[in-house]
Structure formats: structure tokens, C-alpha cells
T-cell receptor, first 104, second 112 residues
Framework: KNEVEQSPQNLTAQEGEFITINCSYSVGISALHWLQQHPGGGIVSLFM???GKKKHGRLIATINIQEKHSSLHITASHPRDSAVYICAVNDMRFGAGTRLTVKP | NAGVTQTPKFRVLKTGQSMTLLCAQDMNHEYMYWYRQDPGMGLRLIHY???????AKGEVPDGYNVSRLKKQNFLLGLESAAPSQTSVYFC???????????FGSGTRLTVV
């Protein structure tokens, strides 16, 4: 069983919808990261969390340390949000990613 | 605004050939990492370094060697390439696990 599990694997949404991507992990962590991989392949770090909640624009990331669970939310989704979203913990142990497609 | 630069961006090797991938960062980061990304498997850590002159094995180190002779450079070597090493390789650097990371743009390697 992978130490970092993401759900769903694939997600298709209509523009404007509220998106939630989930990440569960089975190890103790110092930090959890959310990354975005663009269709062209580049990887960008979105958030680093050790507790609570962070917000950047339309993106919100939360973490529940006791439940070993994190969520990434996208409000008012847009086609440019289409990408693979990756959860990673500690020394960068990665989930398999969630492929998000937002249709206009 | 270079950040993390990987060279080359693409390469095709024949089985048994050797090559070195270069990762260079200009942010004075202590930590550097090499990952491979395969379809459906996510990113996997090959080797990493926590400072100049140090290296350590990650999740999938077999068939690879690394060196960190200078703080800004982290080299990944394939001594005898195999088709199983066909992958996209990413380098990343950072200041520690509790801080953000910067990724290179990737190297697409095909071994035939």
C-alpha cells in the first residue's frame, strides 16, 4: 500500500464548479506539499502545510494531522486549472496524482 | 531568474550506453533531489543530497549514481543504460522538508 494515497485519480468538472482533491497518508509527517504539474510537464509547488489551512487566490489547502488527511480545494474552477495535482509528504514521498480536467 | 536548470531536456540512448544528467540551481539551496516519473506511478525519489559533498539513496537508486561536488550542481549518472530507465527525470532543490521546493523542467530519456 502506498504511503500517500490520492483520490480521485481523475476528475472532470465544468467551469465554475468547486473542486476537492483528497490526500491520505500513513506516515508521521513534518510537512505536506501540494504540487501542480502542467500539461507541458513542469511542476510547481503550490502549498506547504504542517497544520491548519492555507489560501492562495482560488486555491485552499487544509490538513488534519490527527486524521492524516489533507484536501486541496479549487473555487470557481477554470479550464486553466486543468493539470495533475500531486500530494507529497516529508522527504517528498508522492501520491500518484489527480488529473483534473475543467471543461468550458 | 534561472531557478533549477536541467540539461539535456531530451536524450535517446542505446542499451549499455552511459550518460550524465546535470541539475544546476542558483538559489543557494542545501537540498537537492533526483526523481523519475513513470506513467501511473507518480514521482519516485532516486537519490538526494543534503549538502555539498553528501549523497544518499532514495526509493529507486539501483542503476544510478550521483555526485554533489559543488553546492549548486547535482549530477545523475547512468553507467549502463537499460530500457527500464526510460522515464522523465526531474531535479528539485530546496532548503528542507518544511519548506517549498523548486523543480527543474525535466529530462525525457528514452533507452532503446
Amino acid at each position: 500500500k502506498n504511503e500517500v494515497e490520492q483520490s480521485p485519480q481523475n476528475l472532470t468538472a465544468q467551469e465554475g464548479e468547486f473542486i476537492t482533491i483528497n490526500c491520505s497518508y500513513s506516515v508521521g509527517i513534518s510537512a505536506l506539499h501540494w504540487l501542480q504539474q502542467h500539461p507541458g510537464g513542469g511542476i510547481v509547488s503550490l502549498f506547504m502545510l504542517s497544520s491548519g489551512k492555507k489560501k492562495h487566490g482560488r486555491l485552499i489547502a487544509t490538513i488534519n494531522i490527527q486524521e492524516k488527511h489533507s484536501s486541496l480545494h479549487i473555487t470557481a474552477s477554470h479550464p486553466r486549472d486543468s493539470a495533475v495535482y500531486i500530494c507529497a509528504v516529508n522527504d517528498m514521498r508522492f501520491g500518484a496524482g489527480t488529473r483534473l480536467t475543467v471543461k468550458p | 531568474n534561472a531557478g533549477v536548470t536541467q540539461t539535456p531536456k531530451f536524450r535517446v540512448l542505446k542499451t549499455g550506453q552511459s550518460m550524465t544528467l546535470l541539475c544546476a540551481q542558483d538559489m543557494n539551496h542545501e537540498y537537492m533531489y533526483w526523481y523519475r516519473q513513470d506513467p501511473g506511478m507518480g514521482l519516485r525519489l532516486i537519490h538526494y543530497s543534503v549538502g555539498e559533498g553528501t549523497t544518499a539513496k532514495g526509493e529507486v537508486p539501483d542503476g544510478y549514481n550521483v555526485s554533489r561536488l559543488k553546492k549548486q550542481n547535482f549530477l545523475l549518472g547512468l553507467e549502463s543504460a537499460a530500457p527500464s530507465q526510460t522515464s522523465v527525470y526531474f531535479c528539485a532543490s530546496g532548503t528542507g522538508i518544511s519548506y517549498g521546493y523548486t523543480f527543474g523542467s525535466g529530462t525525457r530519456l528514452t533507452v532503446v
